[in-house]
Each structure stands twice: as structure tokens, then as C-alpha cells.
């Protein structure tokens, strides 16, 4: 089989900084990986076993790199991309959670995390969460036509719903959706349940790792089989919440 030709369609990205974007590259003759040279813009990922670069890019700047695709027969030439990242504030869109939720396996991590760490992100009570949201299908990102996505926190599987979501709204379209969920860490039941812990405990830090879980109502007109809408949902997420310690 002859060395992997890179389908060189795209070669120009430009992009805000502090924007979440990706690009993955195709190429031909079945590549088993990828290399990058030099290293990914500062706050971007580089995937060697699909080559896609994903994250936002923390410092503006002209960055030119080169992408090349291998497999047991050797190397493609390279594909050289610039990318141009303008300057701009961070804005509350780029504190958000990004998290990937897979419409098959119904996985939810926080992008880039392990799944078997011992949880996936942090909160604190009485603070203001917002995730955006990806949906995949394998490695495909997808829009989901939705009417409703919200978002659950239990402090165990049998255990009461400690906080909920409130507003979302769908931000892009097509392999660029991103659905974007407000949280408010204020339920009188988060606050009782770490109340309820540091009453029993000699740790300054008053904490649990919660399970939270997306769900989602997914149009399925018919004559397609089963109701309209389909409800998904999401294999709980491992989140540790914390007190908030401030002075009253």
C-alpha cells in the first residue's frame, strides 16, 4: 500500500483567540498516524491517532506547523496550514465546561479528561456553572435536533436531585453545534447536603463527588419508529462539589 496522500482542502483556518475550534485532517491509503511539526498553538491538542488539533488557542498570533500522515509504508507529504488567531478578551462563553457526550455509548466526559479519573471536573455551591455541550457518533461530531437539554445533580444514584439546569440555547450548527446549559449552584438541597457533611466532619473542606447527567428530547417524527420526541439521556458524570466557604 503506498504512503497516506493528505486531502488538502483546508489549509487556512483563522480563528479569535480563546475560540474553541478543530480541525481534522482525511488523507488516503489508510493512515495508522499522525505527526505534527512543531508543536500545536499554546492551549491546543494534538490528536497522533486521527490528527485532529482541537482547543482554543490561548496567545494571538500567525502559527504555521505542518501535518503529516503515516502508515507501515512510510510518510505523506507534509500538509502546511497557517493559522491566524486575532486577539480578543476572553469572554464567559470561553469558561465554560466543554463536555463530549457520545449518542451511542451515552458517555459524558469533560473534553480531554479521562473517564476513569476520580471525577470529571469541580463546582463549588452558590456558583454559576455553564457547560457547552458536543454530541459524537464515534468520532463524528453531529448537530442533534433538540427541543430540550437539561442537566441533573445527584449526590448518589438513589439520592435526591440536588441542582438543575436552567437556561440553554444551541450556539453553531452542523459538525460545529455546540449547546450551551446554564446551572445555578444555589438548591436549598446542595447547600443541606454539604451543611449535612460538615456537621460530621473534622475536614476543613467540605466536599462529595456527585454524578451529574444530560438529558436530552430528540425530535423522531414519524414514520419513524417509537415517539416524538426521543428522550436521551446521559451515563452519570462524576462531578466533586465543594463548599462555599465564605463569611456571612
Request: hydrophobic fraction near 40%.
Amino acid at each position: 500500500m503506498p504512503a497516506p496522500v493528505i486531502n488538502p482542502t483546508t489549509s487556512i483556518l483563522d480563528y479569535l483567540q480563546h475560540q474553541y475550534w478543530t480541525f481534522r485532517p482525511f488523507a488516503s491509503n489508510a493512515p495508522t498516524s499522525w505527526s505534527i511539526d512543531p508543536m500545536a498553538p499554546e492551549g491546543m491538542g494534538f490528536d497522533p491517532a486521527t490528527g485532529a488539533i482541537t482547543g482554543a488557542c490561548t496567545v494571538a498570533g500567525v502559527y504555521v506547523f505542518a501535518l503529516r500522515a503515516h502508515n507501515a509504508d512510510g510518510a505523506s507529504d507534509p500538509l502546511v496550514l497557517t493559522v491566524g488567531i486575532e486577539a480578543a478578551a476572553a469572554n464567559p462563553r470561553s469558561l465554560a465546561v466543554e463536555v463530549d457526550i457520545d449518542i451511542v455509548t451515552r458517555v459524558a466526559r469533560v473534553a480531554g479528561m479521562d473517564t476513569a479519573a476520580p471525577y470529571q471536573h469541580a463546582v463549588k455551591a452558590n456558583d454559576d456553572l455553564i457547560y457547552h455541550v458536543r454530541f459524537f457518533k464515534g468520532s463524528i461530531r453531529m448537530e442533534v435536533p433538540m427541543n430540550q437539554l437539561a442537566w441533573s445533580l445527584k449526590s448518589a444514584p438513589d439520592g435526591d436531585v440536588l441542582a438543575v439546569s436552567g437556561q440553554w440555547e444551541q450556539v453553531g450548527y452542523g459538525t460545529d453545534a455546540t449547546y450551551a446549559v446554564h446551572c445555578s449552584l444555589t438548591d436549598p438541597g446542595l447547600i443541606s447536603e454539604l451543611e449535612d457533611i460538615a456537621a460530621t466532619s473534622t475536614s476543613p473542606a467540605q466536599q462529595f463527588v456527585g454524578l451529574g447527567e444530560f438529558e436530552w428530547l430528540q425530535n423522531n417524527p414519524p414514520p419513524a419508529i417509537g415517539p416524538d420526541p426521543l428522550r436521551g439521556s446521559s451515563q452519570a458524570m462524576r462531578i466533586l462539589v465543594v463548599n462555599d466557604h465564605r463569611q456571612s
